[in-house]
């Protein structure tokens, strides 16, 4: 069977193809190998572009999570460090406190300290531990001697206040400046 093909143009530059083997076959393939190897090069590189953006994005994404989630953690942790550094120096500031050795200008500083938080008295009765009344008495310490409001200081002795503390006893009312009052005090105020 014959077909006829008509064309609707004149053919030009039309040559047979170079046979299998030739320098010009060859040279044709080596051709259409490199444009296919640079068409495969070029996908490649749109490929690895697309998937570096798309891993990008993806990594901005997890890193603002982080960072967000960083962001809502701080305060609660601060404020957790903070709360346990409070417990930290009022538990150290128990055991120093305890173990304080006891001496007359301590007691001193106690009654003294105790003494100028009245704002109005006249007659005042120092309460302190007998064994600190005692340390007071055997030194014969000025304070024994004290006025407050043209009236002398007037003081007993009780076992219930703890040595190295006291209390002030005044018609206004009671100071308590004992170590578990004042440790107490600090616990509150933090």
Known sequence: MNHRIRLTAPVRDLRPAPPPGSPEWDERAAERERAAYERGRIDGERALS???????????????????????ALPGLLAQSEQSLIE???????????NLPIDAALVQAVVREALAELEHAA????????????????????????????????????????????????????????????????????
Do not use: M, Y
């Not at 697309?50 to 809502?72: K, M, P």
């Not at 005042?124 to 024994?144: E, F, G, S, T």
């Not at 018609?171 to 616990?187: P, Y």
């Open 50 to 72: 697309e998937q570096l953006v798309q891993q990008r994005a993806e990594l901005i994404h997890l890193q603002n999570g982080v960072l967000a989630s960083l962001r809502q």
């Open 88 to 98: 930290l120096a009022l538990t150290v500031a128990r055991r120093l406190v305890a």
């Open 123 to 190: 007659a005042v009765l120092v309460v302190l531990h007998p064994d600190d009344l005692d340390l007071l008495r055997r030194i014969n310490a000025p304070l024994l001697l004290e006025q407050v409001g043209g009236e002398p200081l007037r003081f007993q002795a009780s076992p219930d206040v703890a040595r190295g503390g006291c209390l002030l006893q005044t018609s206004f009312g009671v100071v308590d400046a004992t170590r578990e009052n004042k440790l107490e005090r600090l616990g509150l105020l933090s």
